[in-house]
């Protein structure tokens, strides 16, 4: 851990994301000439070589803000609401802004970082972008396909607002998810372009994972459903037999040796067969 880190801060390893943060505020500087370009290009460099916290630090230690207010680059892991947005909005310029499929194809999927506008084009040709998983650079994405003789398929996950402006000609965009709500702080993606003799598809998706633990989920239900339809019928069950017993000890009370009326008629034989 090295002197400039904060006072206690573990020596952590950096993420991406965290990265990220730092070279904005560096673009900032460079921006309002704080930096001129060969201090910008060595920090940046220093910056994306960067593994953990206490070598970020110092890299913006003397880069104010607008007026003397020194910056605060926050370092730390700050909890997120489960299943919050906010999470995956982390800033930056993304992992890939283009792509291109001439007789062949492209695939943008996993655990990756959209950026604000990506590129797309594909002749004879087909494409992949997939946003289940993807980290966001901003709140808005904009895809701008261009597709000829070829398609590109657009995924997005639930609660994503989605706006298509293509054009085909003989060619198509999806409309299918345009119009659909978004829930409150999810990315917005703005699709565009271009389609001869193509097409640009977009559906929404859960990912594999949430499909999985849905079936498990189903399962579980089905088998709690079972056991408890088992438990039903066995105790339907067992009060049948109950039923059966105290009917059957109903009709022994009933025809018993206690009233005579099951032992006269032997008895009556046996004393007839003494006299004779």
């Avoid at 994405?141 to 609660?159: D, H, W």
């Avoid at 994503?160 to 198509?172: A, D, L, Q, T």
Wanted: net charge negative; aromatic share 6%; hydrophobic share 35%.
């Amino acid at each position: 851990m090295t002197d400039d880190a904060a006072p206690g801060l573990p020596d952590l390893r950096a993420s991406d994301a965290d990265r990220e943060r730092v070279a904005e505020v560096l673009r900032d500087a460079l921006a309002e000439g704080r930096l001129d370009m060969t201090e910008f290009e060595e920090r940046l460099e220093e910056t994306y070589k960067a593994r953990t916290y206490g070598e970020l630090a110092p890299i913006t230690r003397d880069l104010p803000v607008a007026g003397v207010t020194p910056p605060v680059v926050s370092l730390h892991k700050e909890p997120l609401e489960e299943g919050s947005w906010a999470g995956r909005i982390v800033g930056g310029e993304g992992s890939s802004t283009w792509a291109v499929a001439v007789l062949s194809g492209f695939q943008r999927r996993g655990r990756w970082t959209a950026p604000r506008r990506f590129n797309c084009f594909a002749f004879w040709g087909g494409g992949e972008i997939d946003l289940r998983e993807a980290n966001f650079a901003a709140g808005e994405i904009e895809i701008n396909c261009v597709a000829i003789m070829g398609g590109v398929q657009i995924t997005v996950p639930p609660g994503v607002e989605v706006v298509v402006r293509g054009i085909g000609v003989m060619g198509g965009f999806d409309q299918r998810e345009t119009g659909v709500p978004g829930d409150p702080g999810a990315p917005r993606v703005v699709v565009g372009g271009f389609a001869f003799w193509g097409g640009v598809g977009i559906e929404r998706k859960k990912t594999r994972a949430a499909r999985r633990q849905e079936k498990l989920d189903r399962k579980a239900a089905k088998r709690e459903l079972r056991s408890s339809s088992r438990e039903d019928e066995g105790e339907a069950h067992r009060r049948m037999l109950e039923g059966h017993r105290d009917l059957l000890r109903g009709h022994g009370l009933g025809h018993g040796r206690g009233d005579g009326a099951g032992s006269g008629p032997r008895e009556g034989r046996r004393e007839h067969r003494y006299e004779d």
